[in-house]
């Protein structure tokens, strides 16, 4: 297995500030993203049945480490009811403490079911690590058209949302993606609210990108808008991490990263996954395969000029 080494990548960082890290981090946890496993041949640069394999090969470099936690960023199945089944096993061989997000593919029957096979109480959750981290998990199929009885009210309005989209040529107006509903944004505020309280910086998990610079106008949030709008009013933001666009991205916008991880099931040679090291002030992602490596540090700010004074 191919390793990347971790590189001096230090955004919008001071200069010298690589050097004044702390040699320890506080913790550290794995990533992985769009497993994908399905017992089905491979289609295009998607190898879903061998997919099983990496996933061993990950879970087994990830029991020698000193890990918080291990979260997978949805898409642990391609399809077929029977997947979980095979993929679960092999996921509860974890050491670490295992968090998971729903992905469109991780729906092909109602969502109770989904939920007890991912061993979730709810599809969206926050959880601490230490006095300075938060993290906090959403369901980007919150508002979708998987997962709903044909009359759920959700479904309904998911309908209503992709119609817009449609009608409005946006991209990502595809049956595949999905929203964050109103309820789950008021619950994601009161989150941002009490991680300010506490002093805690924030990374966001879901399956979803909400950046098309970090990704593809195609893969996005059908509501990343909205998201956006609302992470921008909060300061606690630090990252946004997902899945759902294979070939993995970075970008910084407005002070928050947003990171894309590779895709496991397209990663056939090499895997793909990561080691995230968690300091005060910084993420230091030790890529493993075809995911990247890179250092993702609070954005300094600069000050603001006072305007001349007349005399």
Known sequence: MRRHSLLALLFLAPLGAQ?????????????????????KDRSGARHYRTSLGRLASCVKDL?????AFVVQLGDF?????????????????????????????????????????????SSHYDFAVGETWRFVVLDGMDVSLYGYPKNHPKRREATKMLAALKEQNFDNAQRWNGGIGKSQLAWLER??????????????????????????????????????????????V?????????????????????????????????????????????????????????TLQVPVKKPVKKPASKR
Not at 19 to 39: C, E, K, W
Not at 198 to 217: N, T, Y
């Open 19 to 39: 050097n004044t890290r702390p040699s320890q981090p506080i913790f550290s946890f794995g990533v992985l993203a769009d497993v994908q496993y399905a017992d």
């Open 63 to 67: 029991n020698q480490r000193d890990l």
């Open 77 to 121: 199945i391609d399809d077929g009811k029977d997947s979980f089944d095979d993929v679960m096993p092999i996921w509860k061989k974890l050491k670490a403490t295992r968090r998971s997000v729903i992905g469109n593919h991780d729906l092909p029957f109602l969502r109770e079911r989904a939920l007890r096979k991912l061993e979730l109480a």
């Open 191 to 236: 989150v941002l609210i009490d991680a300010k309280q506490q002093q805690q910086r924030v990374v966001l998990c879901c399956h979803f990108p909400i950046l098309e610079k970090a990704s593809s106008s195609f893969h996005l949030l059908w509501n990343h808008l909205t998201v956006r709008k609302l992470l921008a009013k909060h300061e606690c």
């Open 238 to 294: 630090f990252a946004w991490c997902n899945g759902h666009d294979h070939k993995g991205g970075y970008a910084q916008d407005a002070g928050i990263h947003h990171l894309t991880f590779a895709g496991m099931v397209e990663a056939p040679e090499t895997n793909a996954f990561a080691v995230v090291h968690a300091f005060r002030d910084q993420l230091v992602i030790e890529g493993i395969g075809k995911q990247a490596s890179l």
